[in-house]
């Protein structure tokens, strides 16, 4: 999944004696957060491009934990996805339809918690009654 830009990329890695070190860019906060906190206008804007990230995902990939908490923006609002522990391939076309409908659904729950689902994210909306 790494190798989709999808994850956060490691800057760099080594081993001790005791652990392993992974190195990772700062990434600035969650959707969650940048939702509370922005206005309407910036929020649909921010929401587009979770949904271009989102649609290059279920091309391959089921996130299995897609929310709120689990996307995060960097300081030039480039969105990434965490927790990816449960992420797993998409073998057929019915796997990807599934996917798709439970994360869609999974993250209109954990965002609709900001306010009017129906104002911010319409094309998640959309998207998500298609599959229905």
Known sequence: MARTGLTIPVVDSWFTEDAGIIIMPLLRETLQNYLAT????E????????LVQIEKLHGKYIHNDLHGNNIM????D????????????I??????NYAMKADYNKLLMSISKIGNINELAPS????????K
């Open 38 to 41: 922005h206005t309407i206008e």
């Open 43 to 50: 929020n649909k804007i921010i929401m587009e491009k979770v």
């Open 91 to 96: 073998s057929r076309e019915v796997d990807k």
């Open 73 to 76: 923006l960097d300081e030039n």
């Open 124 to 131: 998640i909306v959309q998207k998500v009654r298609m599959l």
């Open 78 to 89: 480039n969105i990434f996805f965490i927790d990816v522990a449960n992420t797993t391939p």
